[in-house]
Structures are given as C-alpha cells and as structure tokens.
C-alpha cells in the first residue's frame, strides 16, 4: 500500500509498505478524510520527537472500516468511524489510573505518526478497536468530523487542564485550530471575559465567533504587560496555552492571579527548558499551577464530543478554511500547516 511519510528529518514523500496485520482486539481503516496537524510539523521540521524514518504521517482521520479482528464486537466491515488521534491501551495501569494517553509510558497512548504509521495511507491499523474507535453519527459531514480526531478534544482539554469556571477571566494564548477550539471550550464551560491571542485576521474573527471578548496581538508588546494593562492589573483567573514558544509559560505566570492555572496543549517542540519567574510564581508560594497535558482520545470521548455537534452546541466549520480532493494533495496540505499562510486556519483532504 501507499503511504505518505516522514522519511528522515525535513524530508516527506510517499513510500510503499506493507499493508498492517490486523490483531484479534483491532481494526484495518481506510482514510475518508484526513487533515494535517501542526503536530507533524514538530515532527518532521523541528525533529521533536527525535530522528523517524519512513514513518508514514498523520494522527487526524475519519475512514470505514476494512477489516476488524475475531475479538471486535462493535464494528464490522463497511462502518464508517471517527478515529482519535490518540488511542489508548485500555487494559493499562496507566489507563487505570485516568491518564490513557499515557498508557504504556509518557505520551505513548499517542501511537500514529509518533511510533507506528499514521493515518496518511491507504489503510491504518487501529490498536482495541473497540476502545478506540466511534461510529460516524449518520448525518455528521464526515469532513468536519475530523476536527474531533485531534482539534476539538485538545483545544477543549485545555480548558479542562485550565479548570476554566463559572465567570472565569480566561487568557488563550494561540488561536489556531487548538486555541480556537479552547476558546470554545473555555466559553462553554462558563467563562466571563475571555482574552484571544493572535495575529492573523481569520483567526480573530473565528476567535470571537466562538466566544472571544477581547483580542491581544502579541506583536504589540509584551503580552503579559498587555493583559495587565487591560485588566486594571489584576491579571486573569485561568489561562490556556495554545501556541508560542518554550519561553510562553514564563510570560503568563505573572498575569495569573494567585490559585490561578495554566493548561498548556502546545506541544513544545524545541527548546531546552521551561522556566518560572521566581518572584512572580509567589518565591514558590503563590499558588500559582502550571500543567500541560496531551489530550485524551479514546471511543467515548468522541462519542460525546460528536454528540454536541450532533446537538448544535459545537460547529467547526469555521475551522475548515481549505478543502483537497485526492491523496495526491498530502504534500500541499502539510506544506500549508507548515507554511501557515494567513487565509489559512485547517486543511482536510478528502479521498
Ligand atoms: P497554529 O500554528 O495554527 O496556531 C498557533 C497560534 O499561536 C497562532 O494563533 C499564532 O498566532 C500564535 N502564536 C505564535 N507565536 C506566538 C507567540 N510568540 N506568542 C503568542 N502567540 C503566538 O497551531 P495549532 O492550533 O495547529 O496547534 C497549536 C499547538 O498545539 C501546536 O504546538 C500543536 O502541535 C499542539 N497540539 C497539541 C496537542 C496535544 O494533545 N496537546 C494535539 C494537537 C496539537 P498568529 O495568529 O500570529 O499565527
Ligand atoms: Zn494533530
């Protein structure tokens, strides 16, 4: 089969690989519509994850099922499914203990483009089937189905990692696909004024659609002196990281108020450390928390999330600014999600 890869640092292309083997608790998907992920980017261009070779690409996908093994009960041949970009061993301790993503060791629930191929072939092997994959609910365009692969659960964790309340002052530094969907999810849990970090037009336009109050570009000067500045110097409740650099946590620490938390999604993919201004974390007693998670995937995590698309509490679209036709436009869409033009918020290509 075909695949489109990671070859070697800064270098895709398409290979030829075996087709998958498809054990008794998994499933063999075919792609219906893929999108890229600045994830892939870190991976390919920044090397976060180390030196891959001839890995094929790709964590985001909605496909129909090909095969399924002896053990699967709920999925057969022909269903059409939502795959998370994460996809947990569900019989680990890890899981057991509420953190799947990390089944297995640190971030190794993230199994496509990361340690086996991704979702960027003809056919994919989907580890526990039954843990891990949702049926399409029928009516669900399955091209906007693919934000909840990867986009809406992790804009959305950040908000949980954030534990954004009730009338919350909320800074969302990045409004990406992420950050926008963390703006969204920090709105829908009750947020009161919300703070959108970008730059680019649609983005700021997305990002008040769903919810954003005020926008900051970071351009304009120092955003912790911006968001000190607009708030009388109180600074915020909550913030949620979603785009920057290995230096961003240290610029929001002195904006959160004390009890305040930052949930950080970005995937910081170069830099040594990550620092904390000593006298504004409180001289260590300001409790004042950082976290940062990958988001959780898994088959009921998507059921839900589709749920609230199904019920019109969530709409995507705003997010799918390019569609492609046909496999053979992989290279124009991750070059887009590398390049990031600035009509540009999410591609999907679509097979
Ligand atoms: P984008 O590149 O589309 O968006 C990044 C955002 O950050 C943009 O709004 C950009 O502003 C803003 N930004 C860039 N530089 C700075 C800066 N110095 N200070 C403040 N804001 C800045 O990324 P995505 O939304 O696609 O992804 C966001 C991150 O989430 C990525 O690192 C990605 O790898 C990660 N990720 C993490 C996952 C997880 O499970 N934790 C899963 C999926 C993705 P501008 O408008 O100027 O472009
Ligand atoms: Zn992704």
């Not at 795959?83 to 301790?93: F, G, K, Q």
Request: hydrophobic share 45%.
């Amino acid at each position: 089969m075909k695949g489109f890869a990671m070859l070697g640092l800064n270098r895709v292309g398409w290979i030829e690989k075996e087709k998958p083997q498809c054990g008794a608790l998994d499933a063999l998907v075919s792609p219906l519509a893929v999108a890229p992920c600045t994830s892939d980017v870190h991976t390919v261009w920044e090397g976060a994850l180390g030196d891959r070779h001839d890995m094929i690409l790709g964590h985001e996908a909605v496909g129909i099922v090909s095969e399924v093994g002896a053990l699967v009960r709920d999925f057969k041949p022909g269903d059409k499914v939502i795959v998370p970009a994460i996809t947990p061993d569900w019989n680990s301790l890890e899981a057991q203990g509420g953190y799947s993503m990390h089944s297995g060791g640190m971030l190794a629930g993230w199994k496509f483009s990361n340690f086996k191929d991704g979702v960027f072939g003809e056919f994919f092997h989907v580890n526990d089937a039954d843990g891990n994959l949702a049926h399409l609910p029928d009516g669900l365009d399955p091209v906007e189905a693919v934000m909840l692969s990867d986009m809406v659960p992790t804009g959305f964790h950040g908000a949980e990692l954030a534990d954004v309340q009730y009338g919350d002052t909320v800074l969302v530094v990045g409004i990406g696909p992420v950050g926008l969907m963390a703006v969204a999810g920090a709105a829908l849990r009750g947020a009161g004024r919300i703070f959108a970090v970008g730059s680019r037009a649609l983005c700021i336009e997305a990002a008040r659609g769903y919810g954003a109050t005020e926008i900051i570009d970071y351009h304009n000067g120092d955003l912790g002196a911006q968001v000190m500045e607009m708030t009388g110097g109180k600074g915020v409740d909550k913030a949620i990281i979603a785009g920057g650099t290995v230096g961003t946590i240290a610029q929001v620490i002195p904006v959160l108020k004390p009890g305040g938390r930052i949930g950080n999604v970005n995937y910081l993919g170069s830099g040594e450390f990550v620092t904390i201004p000593r006298i504004e974390w409180g001289c260590g007693m300001g409790h004042k928390v950082v976290v940062g998670g990958l988001m959780p995937g898994g088959r009921l995590r998507m059921e839900k999330l589709a749920s609230m698309m199904v019920y019109g509490r969530l709409n995507v679209a705003p997010l799918i600014t390019h569609r492609f036709n046909g496999f053979e436009n992989m290279e124009k869409s991750l070059n887009l999600m590398k390049d990031k033009p600035r009509d540009l918020i999410k591609p999907v290509v679509i097979l």
